[in-house]
């Protein structure tokens, strides 16, 4: 909408109740702030055409007036969160405790916060925090969607302090915000929909074990065996909600949410895998460290106690990637999602966390990460039918004009992602053959760690 209105195109949207505040909120961040809505008590989806159109019937005098009268300005609205022109804040209280107490309430009213207890980001600790990295505090790192806030070095810091990371950790993280900038990583999309896109953090290279990153026994767990992993990624989320604006019920509508959305941070063991790591896999030294970031709709165990055959083992494996309830599953029948602002066009991938038991033995034989994800490919298929029974009929027709046949064949058996490389492997865990399998929103990025 806001795109055809600079073009000089009237547009109305469509704006179901629970939604008005993150519509005209992103109408102002997108730079169209007078943008037309008219209001339906219900979104369109899941509803009968009837039941759509009565309410575009009861709507319809707005989208008239949307279309011929120029407002002034949008509807006045609370934006559900606070901002601030002081450049430093003062909270008081008995005790020095009491004042991290008295800080912490605030920042939840303010929706500062993720939830958990913050470590009060003062200028002493944001100052030994910036000296983990030789960058200039005002450096720009990035320009974070939804809400363009400008990630300098010291912003990150601050969040970095928030989250309890440590200076040593800010090479991660920087890099980490540098992949979630990237126009194919398509930020505005992974921080505003429904679903709940969380961004995985792989980090591959020495720096994982200099900061003693988990790779191993619950590497995407609790405890104090995964503290680097824990802090990292909690401090890239509250980087997202704080400079980007990502806020739950403002910008971020998902519907239930994710305990993922909290940290998901991990290395690969490549001490125990007999694969070439995932960063060299992308033409990286061993000797270098990179951070690869993949948002992820949700995971799924990957458990086999039984196989060690190769072909059983990755058949077992194919069946986590065959659910419909996933968006990304089949998504490939209705085209590639872009952003013609960068050219990017969005490719569906699923990243699979191998542990180092099954990988030795795909390794023992003679399969490599390749032929595992071609076997993935192959196994991993639906009828068209089912395929088809969440998506958008018109989509298909208009995506891939070529396939029609298939209307006729619903049967046919159809792989559930585009090709063999939408699956990213790694090699992660501990021993007792349980792996990850993560339904992936697009494709990773990864970025070399600089200091």
């Known amino acids: 909408m806001v795109e055809f209105e600079k073009r000089g195109v009237p547009t109305v949207a469509w704006v179901a109740d629970g939604f008005i505040r993150d519509a005209i909120r992103s109408a102002e961040n997108f730079g169209v702030p007078t943008v037309a809505i008219a209001t339906m008590p219900l979104p369109f989806t899941n509803q009968s055409p009837g039941a759509v159109e009565s309410m575009v019937a009861a ?156 790779s191993g026994v619950c590497a995407l767990g609790p405890g104090s065996v995964s503290y680097a992993n824990s802090v990292i990624g909690r401090a890239l989320r509250l980087v997202m909600m704080n400079v980007g604006f990502t806020y739950p019920g403002v910008s971020d509508m998902d519907t239930i949410g994710s305990p993922t959305k909290y940290s998901m941070c991990v290395a690969e063991n490549a001490a125990n895998s007999p694969w070439d ?21 949700g995971i799924c165990e990957l458990h086999d106690f039984q196989n060690w055959e190769a072909d059983k083992l990755v058949q077992g494996f194919a069946s986590a990637a065959c659910n419909t309830g996933q968006v990304s599953t089949g998504k490939w029948l209705l085209g590639r999602r872009s952003d013609p602002r960068y050219h990017t066009e969005e490719k569906e991938h699923h990243f699979m966390m191998v542990c180092p038991e099954h990988a030795l033995q795909f390794h023992q034989q003679g399969w490599d ?35 029609q046949w298939l209307l006729d064949s619903p049967k046919t058996m159809l792989p559930v992602v585009e090709s063999p490389e939408c699956y990213s492997i790694a090699v992660v865990g501990a021993a007792a053959g349980r792996g990850a399998f993560f339904w992936g929103a697009g494709a990773p990025v990864t970025k070399l760690i600089k200091p």
């Open 369 to 403: 990460k390749q032929r595992v994800r071609e076997e993935m490919f192959r196994r991993a298929r639906m009828t068209f039918e089912d395929l088809m029974n969440v998506q958008e009929p018109k989509g298909f027709e208009l995506a891939h004009p070529e396939l």
């Open 59 to 214: 709507g319809i005098e707005q989208v008239v007036q949307g279309l011929t009268e120029s407002p002034e300005s949008g509807p006045a609205i609370d934006v559900g969160f606070t901002t601030v022109t002081e450049p430093m804040l003062h909270f008081d209280g008995t005790d020095l405790l009491d004042s991290m107490e008295v800080m912490n309430r605030q920042f939840l009213e303010w929706r500062w916060s993720d939830g958990f207890p913050l470590v009060p980001p003062t200028s002493d600790r944001v100052e030994r925090m910036m000296a983990g990295t030789p960058r200039d505090p005002q450096d720009v790192v990035a320009t974070l969607e939804p809400g363009f806030g400008v990630a300098t070095v010291e912003k990150i810091a601050a969040n970095a302090v928030m989250a309890g990371c440590r200076p040593e950790h800010m090479p991660v993280l920087i890099a980490a915000v540098e992949c979630i900038s990237e126009p194919a990583i398509y930020l505005r999309n992974k921080a505003m929909s429904t679903g709940p896109h969380a961004p995985l953090i792989l980090v591959n290279g020495p720096i994982a074990d200099y900061l003693n990153i988990n």
């Open 277 to 297: 790591s995932y960063h060299e896999e992308l033409g990286y030294a061993p000797e270098e460290s990179t951070v690869t970031v993949h948002f992820v709709y």
